[in-house]
């Protein structure tokens, strides 16, 4: 069974800074991809940020600045390292990857339980 676990998250004022993790576990052979998305109330889920297994990572324009992501591929882990947040960052934030089990050898998403972050002004 594969399975992420989400760390951090919380409130913050804004010009604060977060620092959210998240481990994958389980049986896995391969993660291809990595990432955040969050969800504020009323609105869609977005991708937030997000990193391949070679290191390229991608930003919604948003964040482009002030969040950086890195992940670990020893240890499975992907870090949103969240600075100069806004109010219009609070949201439940949401580990995604996609991951190549060593039982099925197909990828699948998998997803986090969510985190809340919430900025206050």
């Known amino acids: 069974q594969v399975q992420l676990v989400e760390s951090g998250g919380g409130l913050v004022q804004a010009g604060g800074s977060l620092r959210l993790s998240c481990a994958a576990s389980g049986r896995i052979f391969r993660i291809n991809y990595m990432g955040w998305y969050r969800q504020a109330p009323g609105k869609q889920r977005e991708l937030v940020a997000g990193?391949?297994?070679?290191?390229?990572?991608n930003y919604a324009d948003s964040v482009k600045g002030r969040f950086t992501i890195s992940r670990d591929n020893a240890k499975n882990t992907v870090t949103l390292q969240m600075n100069s947040l806004k109010p219009e960052d609070t949201a439940v934030y949401y580990c995604?990857?996609?991951?190549?089990?060593?039982?099925?050898?197909?990828?699948?998403?998998?997803w986090g339980q969510g985190t809340q972050v919430t900025v206050s002004s």
């Open positions: 990193i391949t297994s070679g290191g390229s990572t």
């Open positions: 995604y990857a996609q991951i190549v089990a060593a039982v099925t050898f197909m990828p699948s998403d998998y």
